[in-house]
């Protein structure tokens, strides 16, 4: 019987990846699987409410600027604010 150590099981894992998604996508994958990671983290550490207060802050703008917000996510109101200040 063969016997398949941590180093052994690591390269068919890593062979085994590759051929699912190609050597295209594995950069794309890491990138995803550490910005979930950083997520969680914040999370866990409760950095959330953080955010929640910078979402605030960006309405607030928005609506001084006139930019309607409703329905719409953080990253649209963004684009919206920046679109607005490029133009005055």
Do not use: H, Y
Request: charged fraction near 40%.
């Amino acid at each position: 019987m063969i016997r398949l150590g941590a180093p052994e099981i690591l390269v068919i894992l890593i062979l085994i990846v590759l051929l699912i998604w190609g050597p295209k996508q594995i950069p794309k994958l890491a990138r995803s699987l550490g910005l979930a990671k950083k997520e969680f983290e914040k999370a866990a550490k409760g950095e959330v409410e953080e955010e929640e207060e910078t979402t605030d802050e960006l309405i607030k703008l928005a609506k001084e600027l006139g930019i309607d917000t409703e329905g719409k996510s953080r990253e649209e109101i963004k684009k919206e604010i920046l679109k607005k200040t490029k133009k005055d």
